[in-house]
Each structure stands twice: as C-alpha cells, then as structure tokens.
C-alpha cells in the first residue's frame, strides 16, 4: 500500500472481497455495510491522478459501476452474476490527490432478468458524481 492509504482507511472499511486483475490496479477498494446497502470506497493515489491534477474520470466511473453492480450482485444468495447493459454518469466536481471517495449504491428495480440502480460518489459533504446503470442478471 502506498503512504497515503496505509494508516487512513475510515473506521469500519475493509478491503473488498471482490478482486481482478483490472480492479486491483483501478483501486485498491474498500467496503463496508451502510444502513442502506454496501458503501464502496477508494483512497485518490497518484496512479489516479490526470494532467489538470484531479481523479481521471475513468477512476470515477470505474467506481461507479463497481459500486452499482456490487449492489446488485450481493442482493440474493448465492450473489448474482451481472453484466452492465447501460451505465449514466453526470460528473459534478473532481477528486483530489488524497481524497477519500465513496460511492453510495441503491436498487431501484430488479426483476429476474434485469436490475435498475441509482446512486452518487460522493468525497465528505461534496457530491462528486450522480449515476444510474442497468445490469442484466445472468441467472443460470
């Protein structure tokens, strides 16, 4: 782990279970339940950082999707397999170098084939990011 993330991961997060070879460079991610759902998070590093000194977009996309899947993948046992047919996103203001980003992920509709998501990125009282995406279910 690098400085910046080391020592200052909030109380309650814990690294992700979720991993692939893409997510690992993408984060590292954090999660932890919130009262509505799952909150993933993720420290703003140096491999994030774009020319005008803020969060790549992709970072923040990234993590939206991440966060709005993840939802949906953990709404049943055993977790869903899903797949992104649609995923909006309205880009509001940057992350900085440092910043502790979280997403915040709700299920609008799901049905047995199909799930509807909302949800924003938000980095302490600033609001980064608004989202909404559609998953196909992949159901055996």
Not at 80 to 89: D, I, R
Not at 94 to 110: F, S
Request: a neutral charge; aromatic letters at 8%; hydrophobic letters at 45%.
């Amino acid at each position: 782990m690098d400085s910046l993330s080391a020592d200052n991961i909030p109380a309650g997060f814990e690294r992700a279970k979720f991993s692939s070879p893409f997510l690992d460079m993408a984060g590292p991610y954090y999660e932890r339940q919130g009262e509505d759902g799952i909150i993933v998070a993720t420290r703003i590093n140096e491999g994030h950082i774009n020319h005008i000194k803020v969060a790549h977009g992709g970072v923040l996309g990234t993590l939206a999707d991440v966060a709005l899947s993840y939802q949906v993948h953990r709404a049943e046992k055993p977790a869903l397999p899903v797949a992104t047919m649609n995923l909006n996103t309205n880009y509001l203001a940057g992350a900085k170098l440092g910043d502790w980003v979280e997403a915040y992920a709700r299920i609008d509709r799901i049905s047995k084939r199909t799930a509807y998501c909302s949800g924003q990125i938000v980095c302490g009282e600033a609001v980064l990011m608004t989202m909404t995406a559609v998953f196909a279910i992949l159901r055996k």
